[in-house]
């Protein structure tokens, strides 16, 4: 495989979000099994692409580079110095140094919003300029067709919400801005008895959430159960323009996210 094959072969790796390791040949002294410059590309189940040499080196080294990939921890790439007779297991006396360069996709940001009224007018832009893949669900054409299309939108306009709602991926931030209190409530409580989203919100007042944690417990809800969802949504500050909503929503998420998935780096 020529260098040019090679990086095509990357490419289309990193681009399906493969996890992997490039492992590259950087030094040799004596007797080495390949050449310095030499590459292959390692993922969790063996070797992918290229080559170090074969044989007990190249085992070595696709031992190593699954223990990277299998530890959450590892982002950073890792230089070793083998010798081939001593650390490796060869016959020949030489030694070679390698460069282990870990490639593991970041967890998708997945964010799904119910209702396309004025306030995810303003919210929707404002989402898909950061990274995260999006969702949008309103029964009401009229609205659903005011939204841009973009390549990590999907807008669904659609009258059963719920089962929508049973497709949306278990580990998204769902966020219910639908038209109300009748069509809020359905979505919430059909949530919180067969999911575990790691946000749930619901737009609305202090109040609302009262009388919607009433409504969770006489319907047989287990009072924690009950309270398992945020409302009012977003941050404590802005007035009540549907703008100035959307940004402290955002906030919120953004909040809530490096809560779940940790520190941005």
Known sequence: MNFEEFCARFLELKAAQTPMVVVTMTGERGHAPQDVGARMI???????????????????????????LLDPECRQGRSVTW??????????????SLFFEPFKPDQEWKIALF??????QELAPLLL????RLTVTDPRPEWTSKLVPHPRLTVNCEP?????????????FVALIT?????????????????AFPYLA????????????????????????????????????????????????????????????????
């Open 160 to 172: 059963d919400m719920i089962r929508v709602l049973d497709g949306i991926p278990p580990d998204s």
């Open 115 to 120: 209702g396309a009224g004025h306030i995810v």
């Open 42 to 68: 390692a993922g969790s189940e063996g070797l992918i692409a290229g080559t170090i040499g074969g044989g007990k080196i190249e085992r070595k080294c696709l031992d190593l580079a699954r223990e990277m």
């Open 129 to 132: 300029r950061l990274d995260c």
């Open 179 to 195: 038209m109300g209190h009748s069509t809020d409530y359905p979505l919430l409580r059909h949530a919180l008895k067969t999911r």
């Open 83 to 96: 010798n081939l007779k001593r650390d490796v297991g060869m016959s020949c006396g030489g030694e070679v």
């Open 202 to 265: 619901v737009l609305g007042s202090k109040v609302k959430r009262i009388k919607m944690e009433a409504e969770l417990r006489e319907e047989g809800f287990d009072p924690v159960r009950a309270k398992e969802f945020l409302c009012p949504i977003g941050e404590d500050y802005g007035k009540n323009a549907p703008s100035e909503i959307a940004i402290s929503i955002a906030a919120d998420l953004l909040r809530h996210r490096q809560r779940v998935f940790g520190p941005k780096v």
